[in-house]
């Protein structure tokens, strides 16, 4: 299978939504499953990664029914899990399989989490770790996964030092330090996304939060709540840099999620003169969200240091686009993490080249020299099983001569399944047999 994204005649326009966001889906079911009572949650996302999540509730003996985009979660408290040995696919779900360690380190049972290939190659020593100092055991495979949980008894609580920023560890240890006695303490070196600690005071948990540093006392009880969750933004950021990179563009994004935590990419965007306008801004839940409006521009250069990154770690494949279309240079350093997602995507990121970009990839970032507007070469491209490298190219095909073909592209099932019917209802050239068109 494969999908051609050409260049439009006009601009792209229209109101348009994404699906929601799955970082927040993800710990909603979670912290839904270990509450007392029912949790209501609104705007789940179909993708495959939150369908991880879901099959994991039940076998864990929670109560799950999905009904659209609802799901019912009927928690089982403190008690969550199961006695006898539990074995869950994780799928590609990073998230699921780190945070699910957290949950079942403080389980009643032993949880072996596995996952695909892609998954089966991403580190979960990082995990592991704190979750060992805590108590529990947990063996990987030579650093990946299978991952191999066997809870401590009791589990306690400890004062963790990432070295990396990572949202996915710090909630693993946070789950962990709600079953855990004493106090759980977390400090990252840079600020990652904050969506387990709003969540959890939304279900009834008492937090501090000081700088990098969040303190969780255990021995908390979850009360069910209701979750509304906002569209996603790392979903929303592909629909804005296509609709930056063709003339004549004017495109809304209805319901977005804009937690600080996330808007790094539109801090980047706007800083190469990217014109995004923020509307209707509310908060649901404890999470801000909003209305995005955005029009057509020519970009300039910029530098993305490291502090940066966490903030927009998920949108830098698509800010490479835009990169190569924008004038000047761009140069990202302090990116490391991106060769230890669902692929080495700064390897991945290399095959901009091959449409004419000038791209140099380096260990922990890439220097581009954009066009100035010109466009680029049509090719075919890999999407190497990851979703936002597909759609990256998805997008660099509305600026490129013939456009660009993507091999393989249903892995953005994973994140945003309706994504090229989107590009197609704004007036995208979308052929192929790869996206449901």
Known sequence: MSV???????????????????S??????????????????????????????????????????????????????????????????????????RLLAGLAAGGPGPVTLDGDASLRRRPME????????????????????????????????????????????????????????????VTEPLASRDHT???????????????????????QRLRGAAVSVPGDLSSAAFLIVAALLVPGSTLRIADVGINPTRTGALAILRRM???????????????????????????????????????AIDELPVLAVAAALAEGTTTLVGAEELRVKESDRLAALAALAQLGARIEVRPDGFCIHGSAGRP?????????????????????????????????????GVSFPGFFATLAAVGAPVAGDGWGG
């Not at 051609?4 to 799955?22: E, F, H, I, Q, W």
């Not at 993708?47 to 099959?55: E, S, Y």
């Not at 990851?386 to 249903?410: C, N, Q, S, T």
């Open 197 to 219: 600690e709003r969540l959890l005071v939304h279900f009834g948990a008492t937090l501090a939060r000081d700088g990098t540093t969040v303190t969780l006392a255990g021995g």
């Open 273 to 311: 003169g990217a014109p995004i306008t923020i509307e209707a801004p509310r908060e649901v839940a404890g999470e801000p969200r909003a209305d995005l409006v955005v029009r057509a521009a020519r970009l300039c250069g910029t530098t993305i240091p490291a502090a940066e990154v966490p903030a």
């Open 376 to 412: 680029l070469r049509g090719g075919r491209v890999a999407a190497h099983g990851d979703h936002r490298i597909a759609m990256a190219f998805a997008v660099a095909g509305l600026a490129a001569v013939d456009g660009v073909e993507i091999a393989d592209p249903a892995c953005v």
């Open 4 to 22: 051609r994204v050409a260049p439009p005649r006009g601009g792209l326009a229209g109101t348009v939504s994404v699906p929601g966001d799955k």
């Open 126 to 185: 990082r995990v592991a770790v704190p979750l060992r100092r805590m108590g529990a055991e947990v063996e990987t495979t030579d650093g990946h996964a299978p991952l191999r949980v066997r809870p401590g008894r009791p589990l306690r609580g400890v004062d963790v030092t990432l070295p990396v920023a990572s949202a996915q560890v710090k909630s693993a240890v946070l789950l962990a330090g709600l079953r855990a006695r004493g106090t759980t303490r």
């Open 24 to 97: 927040i889906a993800h710990r909603a079911l979670l912290l839904g499953a270990l509450a007392e009572g029912t949790t209501a949650i609104t705007g789940v996302p179909d993708g495959a990664d939150v369908a991880a999540t879901l099959g994991a509730l039940g076998l864990l003996g929670a109560g799950v029914a999905r009904d659209g985009d609802v799901v019912r979660v009927t928690g089982a408290g403190a008690a969550l899990g199961r006695a006898e040995p539990v074995a869950i696919d994780c799928g590609n779900s990073g998230t699921t399989m």
